[in-house]
């Protein structure tokens, strides 16, 4: 059964940085896309930042620049640094993984999700 469990959220000042990572258990590399994704009160989930088995990475415009997807395939791990926060950018975050490429990556394509993880920036 796969698992994805999120870690690293938490509160910072606009302009500070956070990494979080996301661990995936019962789950194989083989081809597939991991994701992160975050949801805002009151707004529609949106892809962040994917990347691919073969590390190809994705960045939604509004991170680009600031954020960057990285994995590390032994630990199973996959993380996103987060560069120069803004308010905007509070939100629950979700890690996501699926079991094909990343060339479609919006929500619906991924069918496992972890729990969330809290990220809130204070001005």
């Known amino acids: 059964q796969v698992h994805l469990a999120e870690s690293g959220g938490g509160t910072v000042q606009a302009g500070g940085s956070l990494r979080l990572s996301c661990a995936a258990s019962g789950y194989t590399y083989s081809s597939n896309c991991m994701g992160w994704f975050r949801q805002a009160p009151g707004k529609e989930r949106e892809g962040v930042a994917a990347i691919s088995s073969a590390g190809g990475t994705y960045y939604a415009d509004s991170v680009k620049g600031r954020f960057t997807i990285s994995q590390d395939n032994a630990k199973n791990t996959v993380y996103l640094q987060m560069k120069s926060l803004k308010s905007e950018d509070s939100a629950m975050y979700y890690c996501?993984?699926?079991?094909?490429?990343?060339?479609?990556?919006?929500?619906?394509?991924?069918?496992?999700w972890g729990q969330g993880t809290q990220v809130t920036v204070s001005s």
């Open positions: 996501a993984a699926r079991d094909r490429g990343c060339v479609l990556w919006v929500p619906a394509a991924f069918g496992y």
